[in-house]
Every structure is written in structure tokens, then in C-alpha cells.
Nanobody, 120 residues
Framework: VQLQASGGGLVQTGGSLRLSCAAS????????MGWYRQPPGKQRELVAT???????NYAESVKCRFTVSRDNAKNTVYLQMSSLKPEDTAVYYC???????????????WGQGTLVTVSS
């Protein structure tokens, strides 16, 4: 399974960006999809996740500014980021919990990371 993320870049404070991450390969189903981020010099942290049923979970720091969504038919997860702040600067990693066959365990896969830089 491969996760291909895109959409990162440089944006000014208060701006918006939309990240996308498409999963491909041997996929029977995907439960959780979502995003983590790693700010410079810090540990990786949760941003947002979404289940196949559409239930979402957000870090407190991004609630009301970021929206996570997914297209199950395309095995793709999105992160719409608005009102961006310099502290949102980080490498953003997508994840997917993939089931390869019916009634088999899931495995977590990570994308390669995409850099988001918010200038002040």
C-alpha cells in the first residue's frame, strides 16, 4: 500500500491550504484515515482523523480551523486548513489503517509527508 500526499506549500498567516492523500495498492477496506504533523524540532502529533463512517476527531489546536474529510470510493483523505498560523508550520503526514482481506487485521500505513510553511 502506498499513500501519496500532496498540497503542501508556503502560505501567509490567515491563509488556507488543502492537503490530499490517496491510498493505493492491495486494499480491502480502510478504517481510520487522517493526518499527523511534526513541527520543527518537535514530536509528531495528531491533527485529525476520520473513520469510514465519517466520524471525526481533531486536536484542540486545530478545531474550528481545519476540516478532515474522505472519499471512500477514491481511498482519499483531505485536510482543509483555514486561518493558518505560524505554529501550524510542520511536515504533515497522512495515515491509513488498511485491511487487506476480509476479516483480517488492519495495518497502519504512512505517507511520505508534505511540508506546510506558514509565514508571519
Amino acid at each position: 500500500v502506498q499513500l501519496q500526499a500532496s498540497g503542501g506549500g508556503l502560505v501567509q498567516t490567515g491563509g488556507s491550504l488543502r492537503l490530499s492523500c490517496a491510498a493505493s495498492g492491495s486494499i480491502f477496506s480502510i478504517n481510520f484515515m487522517g493526518w499527523y504533523r511534526q513541527p520543527p524540532g518537535k514530536q509528531r502529533e495528531l491533527v485529525a482523523t476520520v473513520t469510514s463512517g465519517g466520524s471525526t476527531n481533531y486536536a484542540e489546536s486545530v478545531k474550528c480551523r481545519f476540516t478532515v474529510s474522505r472519499d471512500n470510493a477514491k481511498n482519499t483523505v483531505y485536510l482543509q486548513m483555514s486561518s493558518l498560523k505560524p505554529e501550524d508550520t510542520a511536515v504533515y503526514y497522512c495515515l491509513a489503517d488498511v485491511q487487506h482481506e476480509f476479516q483480517q487485521p488492519t495495518f497502519r500505513y504512512w505517507g511520505q509527508g508534505t511540508l506546510v510553511t506558514v509565514s508571519s
